[in-house]
């Protein structure tokens, strides 16, 4: 059975730092490109970045990229996503995935596996 367990989401101000954590378990980790999605209230599930199976190739979607950040630790089999100057605008669900293939995508149809989900809440 392939689990993912997101974790570190919560409250925080404007202009504060969360790193989500997603620890893999039930296949080889370093095998899969590993990407993180985020679904605001009353909104689709969009992409947010993703990372091949080796973490040499990545990509951050154009609109937010110069504040995450995404890596991994194939020793631990777990993906993060360091997200810094969090805005109001960045209050979602925020769920890692698994791909595929060894490759990194942004269509949410290339992942087969995906976590729970962690909340993340930027709030004054």
């Known amino acids: 059975q392939v689990l993912l367990v997101e974790s570190g989401g919560g409250l925080v101000q404007p202009g504060g730092s969360l790193r989500l954590s997603c620890v893999v378990s039930?296949?080889?980790?370093?095998?899969?490109?590993m990407g993180w999605f985020r679904q605001a209230p009353g909104k689709k599930r969009q992409f947010v970045a993703a990372?091949?199976?080796?973490?040499?190739?990545?990509l951050i979607d154009g609109t937010i990229e110069e504040r995450f950040t995404i890596s991994r630790d194939n020793t631990e089999n777990t993906v993060y996503l360091q997200i810094d100057d969090l805005k109001f605008e960045d209050t979602a669900v925020y769920y890692c995935?698994?791909?595929?293939?060894?490759?990194?995508?942004?269509?949410?149809?290339?992942?087969?596996?995906w976590g729970q989900g962690t909340q993340v809440t930027v709030s004054s």
């Open positions: 995935a698994s791909s595929k293939t060894g490759w990194y995508s942004d269509r949410q149809n290339e992942y087969d596996y």
């Open positions: 039930g296949r080889t980790f370093g095998a899969y490109g």
């Open positions: 990372i091949s199976a080796s973490g040499g190739s990545k």
